[in-house]
């Protein structure tokens, strides 16, 4: 690239988590020029480790945090509308004992709960008796009351990339493994300087820089502007989650409550598995690839054992994942209490180029975000057009009234020759984008090798060329969790079929 009076961009955004994606999209969506860089893949940090949960977060409540949540709730509604293939309601069971937070404060948190989402399609909360039903059935049997609510599940990793996705089919400009090592500022223009993975380097040159670089925000913030005044901080806390084989029948999630204050939550996964999550580990620095350890797999299988009455062994975990929290550090001794709200930064006056930094957040948040992060900008961005992105599906999003089922009617029609659980997981990742992955194919044979758990050439070649997927575990992990069925051989196969295509490329 080279360096001109008009800088190349008007937005680079450092960063391609969920926070960038989301902002990536939006900016594009307005006109803006936005080059959108990640030194890794696509939700390859902090956005594939989540819990997966579009939610108000009922325990927030407790911290008086009535503004994220009410934030949260509303969000949850609009990304139901706009993303209704990444995202579905998830009933979750609270179990209770004396013991615990008397019964009345969590009719009334539940109450309040509903009642900052005013207007939500999703099932009012309700108390329980949990002996002899279903909903009981996993439980131990001094479990005999307890309450249910609902939020939504998603893909964390899918929602970043459609987001992604989005933002280039807009005009946005999509560099991953490109680290942003450096910028020095010309009056109203960034030089930043960008690192590929093999080492070189490039200069490209934009008005604006976001950093949303989620943990490492510190970092390159310090990178840019160096150890200024008014450093803001963040605490990083590691979340670990263990996968095991399903633990009971039923659609329904469990969230704990563990005699240390901490909840744990047990949730449907991938079917067949059951997903545990998570723990709190400070850590003094951000860790490139975080690992569960031995006794957070140990204290996640033990909170389970205290409410389920077949609890998982350590034994059994067929995958974990771990990721680090960033949070804004607001001066709170304990982890779970510190907030969830973000803070946003601008260094640089009126007539400088600014670096916008966020602290923080959610990933339910990250849309409104965005439009935060936008209007923030607006006095260096003169003629912004309007917010947009709560009214737009995601790719793949427009399923119309008649939701997945009808979008999975429809394949069985124009695919009848193509088994029905290819075409839901199909369903599940692409939405209606699984006909432009499928194409011609009408047997199994036409969608090319096959790597295990419905994994084809076809879908792994719609990955790399429109998914910026390169290598086997964004394939595995973050585009599809067809790693947790996918064995050795079938993923040997599939980095043959990768570097195959890498060198034909
Ligand atoms: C265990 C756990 C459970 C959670 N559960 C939930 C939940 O259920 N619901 C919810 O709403 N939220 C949840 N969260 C919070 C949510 O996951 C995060 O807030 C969100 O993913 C943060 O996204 P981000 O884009 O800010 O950061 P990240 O996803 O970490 O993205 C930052 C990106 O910046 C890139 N980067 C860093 N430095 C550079 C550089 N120099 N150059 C280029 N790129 C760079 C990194 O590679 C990374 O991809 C959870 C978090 C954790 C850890």
Redesign the pocket.
Known sequence: MISSPEPAYDLLI????????GLARDAAGRGLKVLL????D??????S???????GGLRYLEHYAFGLVRE?LTERETLLAIAPHLAHEQRFVIPHTPAQRPRWMIRLGLALYDGLARGSSLKRAQALALRGTPFGQPLRPEFAHGFAYSDLATD?ARL?LLNVVSAAQLGAQVMTH????GARREGTTWTAVLQAADGTQRECTARIIAN?????TV??RE?IVGHGEGRESLRL?????IVVPRLYAGEQAYLLQNDDGRIAFVIPFEDGFSLI??TEVPLDAPDAAPQIDAAETDYLCSVVGRFFQAPPAPSQVVWSF?????LYDDGQGNASAVS?EYRMTVDGGPQEAPLLS?Y???????RHLAERVLERLRPWLPGLRPAWSAAVHLPGGGLGKRGLPGLLLELARRYPQLPPDLLHALARRHGTLAARVLGAAQTEADLGEHFGAGLYAAEVDYMTDHEWAREADDILWRRSKCGLRVDEAGRARLMSHLARKARAA
């Open positions: 450092v960063g391609a988590g969920i926070n960038g994606a860089v990640d030194q890794g696509i939700a390859g940090a902090t956005s480790t989540s819990t997966k949960l579009i939610h949260s964390d970043t490109t680290k942003l090592v949303v670089a989620g943990p490492w970092a390159v990178a806390v590691k979340g670990s989650h999550g998570t771990a990721g680090i929290r960033a969830r966020i923080g957040g959610k990933l339910t948040t990250y």
